[in-house]
């Protein structure tokens, strides 16, 4: 009777044994050992050296260390710090989150007052509470007069405007102003314009000033363009009605958790169970220490995100001041799609195909099928800690706004940049899309399961290599700090799953899942939302 990981296995190479016939690579027999350490006996539940040298090794690290840092640094310090002029930057306001959020309860306010007379109190009080703790509170306090004219009607609009104006009078007369007097006079103008507007005056308004208001305001200026239309107008039946669609599209996914939360307590249950079972096998075998090649892997992806950002900077100064950044994303998505090949470095380094396939688990495992849904168990098992790493980061935004209003700070709300992505229009955020469902699975889970993970395995253990795999993972996404925890902990259920199954069938499948489904939800509420 053969031992669990008998070198004499397919996985071993150069036994001449025979090889599953579910490998599409034939991958059991590879010989090579290109750019290897001199080859050792095989050791008994060890796969053999990786290709590669110490010295190389080395050299491997310190870049992915450097590349990393200078990569994180990139990431946190991209749309902070010193500013353009605001002639020099083409900013969409559609993507502020003032704006979608206040399009969205337009429209939700309007069918929930229609379900349960008086809720648009609730919605008000909502977005009061966003833009008191916003960065810009009184252009968001103006925002929200605009939601409160469709839910509560005209005067209430010109009260909040009446107190937005008296806020701009005492920041001016304030000793540290955090209003500039062109913003001043701006909100100041776009209040009169809404006065006149609510009340009763839309026709005496030029077509600069109503420009104006959509320039600045994105879609609740438009939303307020319309203001006293009759119902059936088609411009205004499109900027605020539909809003029964988006309460139905939001309790299906209400009913979706419900649904999964049970099948995932079970999942992470029976995942419990088995890893604690004595003399449990995982389908993973880690190499024997040695080899370069998968951490020089890492490297140069990090070398190439790294290259793509600034290429991407280059070309946003090429185009010149005030393009659209709409233009500006879908450059950066579309040029990101190369970076994929990075994947196939061993190649470039003489490591055969089949050989890689194998090494990274681009196989079949227990058949594709199987793996797929063991992809999708290994997701609804990780779904418990996934919910517990949500609940710490609310726990800490919250403990983090508190700490600065006590401070008499205004909070810096967490950024997530995939809002601004999405929000962006055009054919931009199927491009996202296709990034976060399709190109983010493959590449990330062949450099961070595929490659690192593999190469922490030959020298730790599974927790340790889960971890730091998770860390790279997690840290290496353009998230605020307070956002990246969640990301960290998908990152250490995929490592987990490469573990268990070997192939990366079922990481890729539950990172896919994962994405497609949040994308999904995101791209139907923005739809509309218009």
């Known amino acids: 009777m053969q031992t669990p990981h008998d070198p004499r ?3 071993a190479p150069g036994t001449g044994h025979k090889v599953d016939p579910r490998d599409p690579w034939g991958t059991g027999s590879s010989s090579a050992h290109t750019l290897q350490d001199p080859v050792d006996p095989p050791i008994p539940g060890r796969d053999t050296k990786d290709p590669g040298t110490p010295g190389a090794r080395s050299i491997a690290w310190v870049l992915v260390l450097v590349l990393f840092g200078l990569t994180f640094f990139m990431t946190q310090c991209e749309g902070k710090g010193s500013k353009a002029p605001a002639e020099a930057v083409a900013v969409d306001p559609n993507s502020e989150q003032s704006v979608v959020m206040g399009a969205m309860f337009v429209k939700l306010g309007r069918a929930f007052e229609g379900m349960s007379p008086g809720s648009s109190g609730e919605v008000l009080k909502a977005l009061d509470e966003f833009a008191r703790d916003s960065q810009e509170p009184l252009k968001d306090s103006l925002r929200t007069a605009i939601v409160a004219a469709e839910l509560t009607g005209p005067t209430s609009a010109i009260d909040r405007l009446d107190a937005v104006e008296r806020g701009i009078e005492a920041e001016l007369a304030a000793d540290e102003s955090t209003l500039t007097p062109e913003q ?7 209040s009169s314009l809404l006065k006149a507007i609510y009340g009763g005056n839309l026709d005496g308004l030029t077509q600069d000033e109503r420009d104006g208001l959509v320039t600045r305001h994105g879609r609740l200026g438009s939303i307020a363009l319309t203001f006293g239309l009759p119902a059936s107008d088609p411009v205004r039946v499109a900027l605020v009605e539909g809003g029964g669609t988006l309460v139905a599209v939001l309790l299906g996914f209400l009913g979706l958790i419900l649904l999964v939360i049970p099948a995932s307590l079970v ?11 004595p003399g449990k096998k995982t389908a993973f075998v880690p190499p024997t220490q040695g080899g370069s090649v998968y951490i020089e892997m890492l490297a140069i992806f990090l070398f190439s995100f790294i290259l793509l950002k600034l290429a991407i900077g280059l070309v946003a100064a090429m185009l010149g001041p005030g393009t659209d950044p709409g233009t500006i994303m879908t450059v950066g998505l579309i040029a990101q799609w190369p970076v994929a090949l990075v994947v196939l470095w061993p190649l470039l380094r003489g490591v055969p195909l089949a050989e890689h396939a194998r090494r990274v688990g681009w196989t079949r495992g227990k058949g594709i099928v199987r793996e ?21 980061t609310m726990l800490v935004i919250i403990i983090q706004s508190a700490i600065e209003h006590a401070a008499g700070r205004t909070p810096t709300p967490p950024n997530n ?4 992505v999405a929000t962006s229009g055009g054919i931009t955020p199927f491009l996202l899309f296709a990034l976060a469902a399709i190109w983010a699975p493959f590449t990330e889970e062949t450099i961070f399961r595929g490659s690192l993970f593999r190469h922490l395995r030959s020298r730790r253990g599974l927790l ?3 971890a730091v795999s998770a860390l790279f993972f997690g840290l290496i996404h353009p998230y605020s700090p307070a956002l990246m925890l969640p990301v960290i902990t998908l990152g250490f259920n995929f490592a987990l799953m490469r573990e268990w199954r070997g192939s990366l069938i079922a ?11 949040i994308m999904t939800l995101l791209l139907l509420v923005l739809s509309q939302i218009g």
Do not use: Q, W
């Open 372 to 392: 797929i849904l063991a992809g999708i168990f290994g997701y609804l098992a990780g779904l418990p800690l996934l919910f517990a790493a949500f609940a710490l």
């Open 417 to 420: 940049p995939i809002l601004d």
């Open 9 to 11: 296995e397919p996985h």
């Open 267 to 277: 999942c992470a249950t029976i995942a419990i169970v088995r890893m604690t079972k």
């Open 464 to 466: 340790l290599s889960a």
């Open 184 to 190: 001043a006079e701006s909100l100041t103008h776009d």
């Open 507 to 517: 990481p890729i499948t539950a990172h896919a899942l994962h994405n497609g489904t």
